[in-house]
């Protein structure tokens, strides 16, 4: 069965290397998960007072109802300064409220990614996947996913040309749609 995906990529440049990562994993899961891809640039800094009768600014609603409607969500984050982008912590902070109405909760999720640096987001993603547990996702600890990106690797349309590096997406791909079938 084809179970959907809601990503959200914590990057928001024309040319993240995330969100080329993003479309290559999409491109080996095809049949097994559907890629929707969630829009967190124009979603306000988090403010309560943004709140009105618990509905948030529309781009919240937008995301919220998209990441409901998903069986599991996969986060793709950038390193910054050995944590977490902060557009993506906005994103996960608009997703947890009102308080009672998170949108994570029991959502079975992975989190991967991508740098230019050597250790390939392994410290962000340390930082992420206490917060996804925090949050009440079910996280996929195993396998995990550092990339240190070349992209030699990559044609534009986010294809792999590389044998050894597609296996290897496609075993992460393998296992976030056995997981996601497992809890759903
Ligand atoms: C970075 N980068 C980076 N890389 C890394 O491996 N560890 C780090 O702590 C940081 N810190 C950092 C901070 C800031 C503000 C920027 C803009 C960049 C480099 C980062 O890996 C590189 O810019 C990636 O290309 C970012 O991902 P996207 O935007 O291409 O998806």
């Known amino acids: 069965m084809t179970r959907t995906v809601a990503v959200l990529v914590g990057s928001l440049r024309s040319q993240s290397i995330n969100h080329t990562v993003a479309k290559a994993l999409a491109k080996v899961a095809e049949g097994r998960l559907v890629f929707d891809f969630v829009?967190?640039?124009d979603l306000p800094l988090?403010?309560?007072d943004l709140w009105h009768d618990?509905?948030?600014p529309e781009p919240v609603e937008r995301m919220r109802a998209q990441i409901a409607a998903a069986d599991g969500v996969l986060l793709v984050t950038p390193e910054y300064n050995r944590t977490v982008p902060g557009v993506l912590v906005n994103a996960l902070d608009w997703g947890s409220r009102p308080w009672g109405q998170s949108v994570w909760v029991n959502k079975p999720a992975g989190c991967c990614g991508a740098a230019t640096g050597a250790i390939g987001t392994a410290a962000a993603q340390l930082a992420l996947k206490a917060q996804m547990v925090t949050l009440g996702m079910v996280v996929m600890g195993h396998p995990e996913f550092y990339l240190k990106f070349d992209p030699e690797k990559f044609a534009e349309d986010g294809t792999v040309t590389d044998e050894s590096l597609r296996g290897f997406l496609k075993t992460?791909?393998?296992?976030?749609a056995a997981h996601i079938e497992r809890l759903s």
């Open 172 to 176: 992460y791909a393998d296992a976030l």
């Open 39 to 41: 829009e967190i640039g």
């Open 54 to 56: 618990g509905r948030g």
């Open 46 to 48: 988090y403010n309560d």
